[in-house]
């Protein structure tokens, strides 16, 4: 029997942003044909979305929003001038974003290019005057420049992906260049931007992976131009919780280890990958859609709460192959890796974490507590498909009152959509519930003083 001891007495700090994500609600703000998960997106709590990726779906501007060449589009042009801007599209994505109550995390760059011929991921002809345009974009829409807004946008992302390539590919998918080069440009960048907008983080630059040689050479660069990031954002994805959370840990101990100990840590692209080729991208891809990509962002979720981690991003919630949380055909439709979003905000609006103790590998909780409720978040997860059930016990201690709490057990499983299955009142300051929890499933406890 697994054992799971949570102890709402033992605080241990705010509730962080797990459940943030890449890309914001689908909406038109015009009536015409509009099918929307705004509503289910608003009640998820949402804390930031990154655009990152945006310009690949129509609805949020495509190929003329977000991206840097998309906005500013003839690079030759004066960008001091408002005429060499093309804003619009930009603007009606973030002013959904503003409406569905989700801060925008803006990524300055481009998207990915798969495809034979490279527009964005090209190094600009001029890295400086490329900051002087990312500058702009800021100041329109902090500063209320060329007709802009005042929007509280803080964490600014310099790039997405430099080091997916090697210098000799000849297949460079999000930099063009060569690790050197993009050294160059984002110390010039960074150095100019945080020059401008003391008030703002910026950082970036969303590594690919945590590669020590790529590293070193960008942490080396940062130091040699005296530059402190206010975040340092980086990518993983695999099937291994535990992974993860190894990976976390050495995130940190690299920037500690480059004394970077002020600058956050954040994972902003995630998801449930088994491979990345063949039958195992495919198998991927629909264990993303379903119950088991349901099961693994719970338990990334509730594993990275006790982290030395500031921000966890899925990718993504733009409709698209990866997306678990809404359908891609009708976006309105929730999908399984919906619910844990949901769940977790339950916990994130109570504040407070408490401490989570657990016996065994395939499980995975976390808790909160707040005035006069508490939550918690529990998951049984393996890659083994053929993994059974197992009982679990849960002592909640710490949290009682002498006229009784109410506590209530709501099931996600490939049966159950986050539905109420089981209700309860005890007494006294200790409660212990056991249950049979089969692989793949979720429970999420609520539990009011009464």
């Known amino acids: 029997m697994a054992r799971i001891n949570i102890d709402f007495g033992k605080k241990l700090g705010c509730v962080k942003p797990m459940h943030a994500v890449n890309n914001g609600p689908v909406y038109k703000f015009a009536v015409d044909q509009r099918i929307t998960n705004i509503d289910d997106y608003c009640a998820a709590g949402i804390p930031f979305a990154r655009n990152h990726d945006a310009a690949f779906y129509s609805t949020y501007g495509g190929e003329h929003t977000v991206d840097v060449h998309n906005i500013f589009t003839d690079f030759d042009a004066d960008p001091y001038l408002p005429e060499s801007y093309d804003f619009a599209m930009t603007d009606e994505y973030i002013k959904v974003c503003e409406f569905a109550g989700v801060r925008t995390f803006y990524r300055l760059g481009s998207k990915i290019e798969h495809g034979v011929k490279k527009y964005g991921t090209l190094p600009p002809k001029d890295f400086a005057k490329w900051a002087v345009i990312c500058e702009h974009i800021i100041r329109h829409y902090t500063e209320g420049w060329a007709d802009g807004f005042h929007y509280d946008i803080k964490y600014w992302e310099i790039w997405n992906e430099p080091d997916l390539d090697p210098d000799d590919s000849t297949h460079k998918r999000c930099w063009g260049g060569t690790a050197a080069q993009f050294y160059e440009l984002y110390c010039i960048a960074h150095k100019h931007l945080k020059a401008c907008f003391p008030h703002l983080k910026i950082g970036g630059p969303a ?17 040699e131009n005296g530059i402190v990031p206010d975040f340092f ?24 280890k480059y004394g970077f100990a002020e600058t956050e840590s954040i994972l902003n692209e995630w998801n449930y990958v088994r491979g990345w080729t063949g039958d195992d991208w ?36 733009r409709p698209g192959g990866m997306n678990g949380m809404f359908s891609t055909d009708r976006i309105c439709d929730k999908l399984k890796g919906y619910y844990p979003f949901y769940m977790f905000n339950q916990l994130y609006r109570l504040d407070c974490a408490v401490s989570a103790e657990i016996d065994n590998g395939d499980f995975f909780a976390c808790a909160a507590v707040g005035e006069g409720e508490a939550a918690v978040m529990l998951t049984h997860f393996s890659d083994d498909d053929e993994k059974c059930a197992e009982e679990v016990e849960v002592d909640l201690s710490g949290f009682g009152a002498e006229d ?37 499933s979720s429970y999420l406890i609520k539990i009011k003083r009464l």
């Open 207 to 223: 590594v690919a992976g945590l590669r020590p040689v790529w590293l070193d050479g960008f942490f080396r660069a940062l130091k």
């Open 233 to 256: 954002s980086w990518h993983r994805y695999d099937k291994d919780v535990h992974k993860f959370v190894e990976k976390v840990r050495y995130a940190r101990e690299l920037l500690d």
């Open 282 to 317: 495919v198998y991927s891809l629909k264990s993303e859609k379903g119950i088991k990509g349901a099961s693994f962002i719970a338990a990334v979720i509730e594993s990275c709460q006790y982290e030395p981690l500031d921000m966890l991003m899925y990718y993504d919630a």
């Open 404 to 440: 009784g709490c109410a506590i209530e057990y709501y099931l996600l499983d490939e049966s159950h959509d986050l539905e109420l299955v089981g209700k309860a009142t005890y007494y006294g300051e200790r409660f212990t519930p056991a249950f049979r929890m089969p692989n793949l």
